[in-house]
């Protein structure tokens, strides 16, 4: 593999990707390549963190019939659910992985320490972070840029179903544009749906950049830790 442009990236997937076609449950193929891509990123050197979502069990805000607070902490579950099946498989793979959560949760996960996941990232094990930032009210975008700002990422990788920032869903509006590079302010000033605004500042608060892009595609987590043109640089 040609030189990696980050060397320190946190890996940002939502839950629905976990589920595959029906974004519900999980998909163990999905998984999989996941796990694969990871590993020649690890042959290349590269550290790599990952937050996860929950919305492939749990939607969060939709779910109205429930209390928030409560929802949020149902959400922080889910999203723990996914970083132990993450952890399984790529353990299965050969890849050295710890699940570390906001809230305490022995033994199933370690208790978060910026310390000791720094330590973990240094001598090659991927970190998966947990349960949000344990706090409800607080969305896995804002524990994606905390972690990545705590860890001192190189930048955050955000895996998506579409291919990078656009001005409207593409999926509901055909003419919607696709930007190549976009500003952080541009972001806050036009209200584009790319992470809560929460998560937007805190990133251009500490200068980290994101690369967004079809998570879907093979090759691309490569593709964006090189540096390589996809989807979208917003810095």
Known sequence: MSEIKYKRVLLKLSGEMLGGQEKRGIDISVLDEISNQIKRMLEAKAEMAIVIGAGNFWRG?????????TSDYIGMLGTTMNGLALQSRLQKNGIDAILQTAIKMEPV????????????????????????????????DT????????????AILVGKTID?????????????????NITYQDILNKDL????????????????????????????????IKGEKIGTLVN
């Open 164 to 180: 990078g920032v656009y001005s409207d869903d593409p999926k509901i509006n055909s003419a919607a544009i696709k930007y190549d």
């Open 193 to 224: 749906k790319v992470m809560d605004l929460t998560a937007i500042s805190l990133c251009k608060e500490n200068n980290i950049p994101l690369v967004v892009f079809a998570l879907q595609e093979p090759e691309n987590i490569i593709k964006a």
């Open 143 to 154: 524990a994606a840029a905390l972690r990545a700002a705590e860890i001192n990422a190189d």
């Open 61 to 69: 805000k939709k779910e109205d019939e429930i209390e928030r607070t």
């Open 109 to 140: 996960a370690e208790q978060f320490s910026r310390r000791r996941a720094v330590e973990y990232l240094e001598q090659g094990k991927v970190v998966i972070f947990g349960s949000g930032t344990g706090n409800p009210y607080f969305t896995t």
